[in-house]
Nanobody, 124 residues
Framework: DVQLQASGGGSVQAGGSLTLSCAAS????????VSWFRQASGKEREGVSS????????FYEDSVKGRFTISTDGAKKKVYLQMKSLKPEDTAIYYC?????????????????WGQGTLVTVSS
């Protein structure tokens, strides 16, 4: 079974930084697309960033470009989301998701395996 565990959330002030981690197990890490999503209170879940674990190609949602960086550590089977210049509107529960697909994706419906979420709170 694919298992994902997200961690690293916390509370920071605007302009601060956090790095989220997604620990993966139960699947061949190099064959998957892993994406980060977030869901703010009262809003729909939205995609933030996606990475191919096989070749490291990445994709970002426009509002986080230049501020967030997604990366992988194949040896540790982890995917990271480094977040800088955080804004109050980045406040949300962040989820990682993985799927054996051949394209980068920020669409919720493309993913069936999800981590439990980690809360990021950015205060102004």
């Amino acid at each position: 079974d694919v298992q994902l565990q997200a961690s690293g959330g916390g509370s920071v002030q605007a302009g601060g930084s956090l790095t989220l981690s997604c620990a993966a197990s139960g699947f061949t890490f190099d064959d998957y697309i892993v994406s980060w999503f977030r869901q703010a209170s009262g809003k729909e879940r939205e995609g933030v960033s996606s990475i191919s674990t096989s070749d490291g190609i990445t994709f970002y949602e426009d509002s986080v470009k230049g501020r967030f960086t997604i990366s992988t550590d194949g040896a540790k089977k982890k995917v990271y989301l480094q977040m800088k210049s955080l804004k109050p509107e980045d406040t949300a529960i962040y989820y990682c998701a993985a799927e054996r697909i051949t394209y980068l994706s920020l669409r919720v419906r493309d993913f069936h395996s999800w981590g439990q979420g980690t809360l990021v709170t950015v205060s102004s």
